[in-house]
Nanobody, 120 residues
Framework: QVQLVESGGGLVQPGGSLRLSCAASGSIFDFRAMGWYRQAPGKERELVARIMDDGSTNYAAAVKGRFTISRDNAKNTVDLQMNSVKPEDTAVYYC??????????????WGQGTQVTVSS
């Protein structure tokens, strides 16, 4: 079984920076994708950023240019560097990983979530 543990959330002022980290542990063959999602009160969960097994990345339009996703394959971690944060970035942030379980199938895992609050 694979477990994801998120860290780095907290309170930050508008315009500030925050770095989230997600560590994966357990039986891992290879990552198909690792990403960050968020869910704000009254809104559905949305993709923030994702990095695929080929290194390509996807960003939500709302965070593009401000957030950067990165991974460390040796340590099975993925980080989200959040710069120039805005109040609308306030949400619970979830780490999500798609991990190959065989040559043709993968499983999806979710972390417990970490609260990010952008407020003065």
């Amino acid at each position: 079984q694979v477990q994801l543990v998120e860290s780095g959330g907290g309170l930050v002022q508008p315009g500030g920076s925050l770095r989230l980290s997600c560590a994966a542990s357990g039986s891992i063959f290879d990552f198909r994708a690792m990403g960050w999602y968020r869910q704000a009160p009254g809104k559905e969960r949305e993709l923030v950023a994702r990095i695929m097994d080929d290194g390509s990345t996807n960003y939500a339009a709302a965070v593009k240019g401000r957030f950067t996703i990165s991974r460390d394959n040796a340590k099975n971690t993925v980080d989200l560097q959040m710069n120039s944060v805005k109040p609308e970035d306030t949400a619970v942030y979830y780490c999500s990983s798609q991990i190959w379980s065989s040559r043709y199938s993968y499983n999806t895992y979710w972390g417990q979530g970490t609260q990010v609050t952008v407020s003065s």
